[in-house]
């Protein structure tokens, strides 16, 4: 893990796993959801963290995950910010510590009542650019 990255550990469900003892592939995508609210509630402190669209996703499958894993780990990395949108690194790896994916996404905070995007408030911003100036604080 590098130092600018938070590291969050995700247990699998049974509804993760597939009848062959895999994860299937659209969970990764879950597993990472989760790992991603709890860096946006955790380390950006936003109020409401699940207040956010993803404007893309890129998702590099290394290796499968089985159920004798039980768990996974998500490191997130910040790489930019936007005026709304904040673009994250993402790996995870089980706990033998084999990568089983890398990606990308980019999200959209979003203003829940109106429908629309919003940008990032003042105090978000100041954690955000923290946090590329690698000061986790």
């Known amino acids: 893990m590098a ?8 247990p699998l469900r049974f509804r993760d796993v597939d009848a062959f003892g895999h994860v299937y592939h659209a969970e990764f995508l879950t597993l990472l959801d989760e790992a991603r609210t709890r860096w946006l509630r955790d380390v950006l ?3 409401r963290p699940s207040d956010h669209v993803l404007a893309r996703v890129e998702l590099d499958y290394v290796s499968s995950i089985v159920a004798a894993d039980d768990a996974v780990c998500a490191d997130v990395r910040l790489e930019r910010v936007g005026t709304s949108s ?3 690194a993402e ?8 990568v089983v994916s890398r990606g990308r996404v980019v999200i959209v905070l979003r203003d829940v009542e ?21 000061d986790p604080g």
Do not use: K, N, Y
Request: avoid cysteine.
């Open 3 to 10: 130092d600018d990255e938070q590291t969050f550990w995700v």
């Open 45 to 47: 402190r936003l109020e």
């Open 86 to 88: 904040l673009t994250l």
């Open 91 to 98: 790996t995870m790896r089980v706990r033998d510590g084999r």
């Open 114 to 134: 109106r429908g629309v995007s919003r940008p990032l408030t003042d105090d978000e911003r100041a954690r955000a650019v923290a946090l590329l100036a690698g």
